[in-house]
């Protein structure tokens, strides 16, 4: 059973950043994908970061600039650079990996707010 958990989350005044990190259970290259999403209260869980197993990225236009997912393999540790971080980036954000599973996270809270 792979085990994800993630930390970082936090309250952050507009325009402040945070990074999120996800500890993985398993050795993250052996997974095809690895990435973050978030899920507002009221709104469907929408994908913010991806990365595949050889290290193509991408984002959706919201966050394309303001975040960067890198990992660590030898920490087997996903991470979320979340800079410029607006009002409208409040959310639960999860990690995820996937094989022929995909796999999550508990999810840590982001807010920001003044």
């Known amino acids: 059973q792979v085990q994800l958990v993630e930390s970082g989350g936090g309250l952050v005044q507009p325009g402040g950043s945070l990074r999120l990190s996800c500890a993985a259970s398993?050795?993250?290259?052996?997974?095809?994908?690895m990435g973050w999403h978030r899920q507002a209260p009221g709104k469907e869980r929408e994908s913010v970061a991806r990365?595949?197993?050889?290290?193509?990225?991408t984002y959706p236009d919201s966050v394309k600039g303001r975040f960067t997912v890198s990992r660590d393999n030898a920490k087997n540790t996903l991470y979320l650079q979340m800079n410029s971080l607006k009002p409208e980036d409040t959310a639960v954000y999860y990690c995820?990996?996937?094989?022929?599973?995909?796999?999550w996270g508990q999810g840590t809270q982001v807010t920001v707010s003044s």
């Open positions: 990365i595949t197993s050889v290290g193509i990225t």
């Open positions: 398993r050795r993250i290259l052996s997974f095809d994908g």
């Open positions: 995820y990996a996937s094989d022929s599973r995909n796999y």
